[in-house]
T-cell receptor, first 115, second 116 residues
Framework: AQKVTQAQTEISVVEKEDVTLDCVYE???????LFWYKQPPSGELVFLIR??????QNEISGRYSWNFQKSTSSFNFTITASQVVDSAVYFC????????????FGGGTRLMVKP | EPEVTQTPSHQVTQMGQEVILRCVPI?????FYWYRQILGQKVEFLVS????????KSEIFDDQFSVERPDGSNFTLKIRSTKLEDSAMYFCASTSDTTSGINEQFFGPGTRLTVL
């Protein structure tokens, strides 16, 4: 069975602060894939990043960075210099090596960035 | 940029009625999915579909649910007899290839289903 845990249900920061969203996962698959999606107030799910289990390199994209640590089964997401437009619910998701290739989502973290 | 589209954006129905939610996946994609999100909760997998058949389904996807790809572009989710607890946002997703794992699922904007 697969499981994704996002322990922080809600985070509130002031604009320009850095913020890290935690994600811890469980899977028995040796090959798996991790994702982050953003859900703004409008409701759609926006893909942010994919990471394969055999690639532990961290990634930076503009103000976004991701820290993948297999040893602790974590895939944390950091927003540097947060902006009001970053306010959204962020979901971490896991896809194992299953036939249906389904995504297992965490419960989401609601990020509120105040001006 | 190609995108997944869903219609309608909002559907209101009476309990016990049948509803069909429609999706047009990205044109060269081969794998299709339905997920649902009850208000304020996490996104849950319902079913995946490939090569004109269901490849995996969750416990939520019981006999009241069915999926179909009636033509080369549409992918539908039917709920035969809606219940109050079916009220949720339903997301369709598609992806091009899963064998290499180098893929992401692209989600549609969702259909909000309200069962009264």
């Amino acid at each position: 069975a697969q499981k994704v845990t996002q322990a922080q249900t809600e985070i509130s920061v002031v604009e320009k602060e850095d913020v890290t969203l935690d994600c811890v996962y469980e899977t028995r698959d040796t090959t798996y894939y991790l994702f982050w999606y953003k859900q703004p107030p409008s409701g759609e799910l926006v893909f942010l990043i994919r990471r394969n289990s055999f690639d532990e390199q961290n990634e930076i994209s503009g103000r976004y960075s991701w820290n993948f640590q297999k040893s602790t089964s974590s895939f944390n997401f950091t927003i540097t210099a947060s902006q009001v437009v970053d306010s959204a619910v962020y979901f971490c998701a896991l896809r194992g090596n299953n036939a249906g290739n389904m995504l297992t989502f965490g419960g989401g973290t609601r990020l509120m960035v105040k001006p | 940029e190609p995108e997944v589209t869903q219609t309608p954006s909002h559907q209101v129905t009476q309990m016990g009625q049948e509803v069909i939610l429609r999706c047009v996946p990205i044109s060269n994609h081969l794998y299709f999915y339905w997920y649902r999100q009850i208000l304020g909760q996490k996104v849950e997998f319902l079913v995946s579909f490939y090569n004109n058949e269901i490849s995996e389904k969750s416990e939520i996807f019981d006999d009241q649910f069915s999926v179909e790809r009636p033509d080369g572009s549409n992918f539908t989710l039917k709920i035969r007899s809606t219940k109050l607890e079916d009220s949720a946002m339903y997301f369709c997703a598609s992806t091009s290839d899963t064998t290499s794992g180098i893929n992401e699922q692209f989600f549609g904007p969702g259909t909000r289903l309200t069962v009264l």
